[in-house]
């Protein structure tokens, strides 16, 4: 299948800093996804984009969190002023078909806020 | 809106015996139903799916599972487990294509010698 790559692998930041994720699906991907994994729980969705707009958001995707798809093809989270609790492990996932909801994720960035 | 829920999240086995991982599901449309491995330190791989047609879904490392609309359920189970098996695995729905994954909670399985 084909892949996704994020990047960074992993990131420390300091609590209110900006950090931007980056994801690099190929360019046929259909959907792309950002899910979240607190240390220890359930994987959560945060947010769906489709041709270039949100789909659908969680209520964990407030004010603090954007996505962007700035050249076409990386696809960025951004989370501006990181708070101790958005540390996690975010995964990018894309599907390419139209008729199932087939996902596929990337491995991963973890991000530790300090 | 859809939920899943995983019983167990914890699940010895021997080595050669039966997994078997318990997923139920709510839905209130026809579910697209989901099981994905995670690794120590990894992302997550799907392991099967059920869309439509036969009920028992087949995946790979030998995992299979049963759709079963009456009691909705989709559990996994594997015949015979591998040292390799020892993970944790989740249960996912969707409801459309392109619409969220809802996961259900994760097990986590101990292959014992």
């Known amino acids: 299948e084909p892949e996704v790559t994020q990047t960074p692998s992993h990131q420390v930041t300091q609590m209110g800093q900006e950090v931007i994720l980056r994801c690099v699906p190929i360019?046929?991907?259909?959907?792309f996804y950002w899910y979240r994994q607190i240390l220890g729980q359930k994987v959560e969705f945060l947010v769906s984009?489709?041709?270039?707009?949100?789909?659908?958001k969680s209520e964990i995707f407030d004010d603090q969190f954007s996505v962007e798809r700035p050249d076409g093809s990386n696809f960025t989270l951004k989370i501006r002023s990181t708070k101790l609790e958005d540390s996690a492990m975010y995964f990018c996932?894309?599907?390419?078909?139209?008729?199932?909801?087939?996902?596929?994720f990337g491995p991963g960035t973890r991000l530790t806020v300090l | 809106a859809q939920s899943v829920t995983q019983l167990g999240s914890h699940v010895s086995v021997s080595e050669g015996a039966l997994v078997l991982l318990r997923c139920n599901y709510s839905?209130?449309?026809?579910?697209?139903l989901f099981w994905y491995v995670q690794y120590p330190n990894q992302g997550l791989q799907l392991l099967l799916k059920?869309?439509?047609?036969?009920?028992l879904v087949k995946g790979i490392n030998g995992f299979e599972a049963e759709f079963k609309k009456s009691e909705t359920s989709f559990h996994l189970t594997k015949p015979s487990a591998h040292m390799s098996d020892a993970a944790e695995y989740f249960c996912?729905?969707?409801?459309?294509?392109?619409?969220?994954?809802?996961f259900g909670g994760g097990t986590r399985v101990l292959v014992k010698p």
């Open positions: 996932a894309r599907t390419m078909s139209s008729s199932y909801n087939e996902q596929f």
């Open positions: 360019s046929n991907h259909l959907y």
């Open positions: 984009f489709y041709n270039n707009e949100i789909s659908e």
């Open positions: 839905s209130s449309v026809p579910p697209y």
């Open positions: 059920y869309t439509t047609g036969a009920t």
């Open positions: 996912a729905v969707g409801i459309t294509a392109g619409n969220k994954l809802t």
